[in-house]
């Protein structure tokens, strides 16, 4: 098995990588800055309603995002982020996100009862 597929990768490897994972979209370069050594798929973008208090009668349309990363250690993460504010940001490991995955299905399973 390849690094492409194994999800592992050496720290110490040369940049830019042999073998990207098969959902990688970003262009690698000799001279990417060590901080942007990573592997990030395309995102998915989808419309969202927002409000900061959910009490409140404010409500906020825009977009938000969500997108795979791999770090040269080999850590994959799922980010979920407003595109509208880039600081808001959740980065889940792939467990998390499973986590986040299970808890909005029930969410919207008791939502749809109400």
């Known amino acids: ?3 492409r597929h194994s999800g592992q990768h050496d720290p ?23 901080e942007d050594r990573l592997h990030r798929s395309e995102a998915v973008i989808f ?24 770090g040269v250690r080999g850590d994959v993460w799922v980010s979920v982020l407003d595109s509208d504010t880039p600081a808001v940001q959740l980065n889940l490991t792939l467990d998390s996100a499973i986590g986040l995955e299970t808890a909005l299905r029930q969410s919207l399973a008791l939502a749809a009862t109400a």
């Open 12 to 34: 110490q490897s040369a940049w830019p990588p042999e073998h990207c994972p098969p959902w990688c979209a970003r262009p690698h370069s000799r001279d990417d800055h060590p």
């Open 47 to 70: 419309p969202v309603v927002t409000t900061g208090d959910f009490l409140s009668i404010d409500r906020h349309t825009g977009e938000a995002q969500v997108f795979i990363t791999q």
């Open 1 to 3: 098995m390849d690094s």
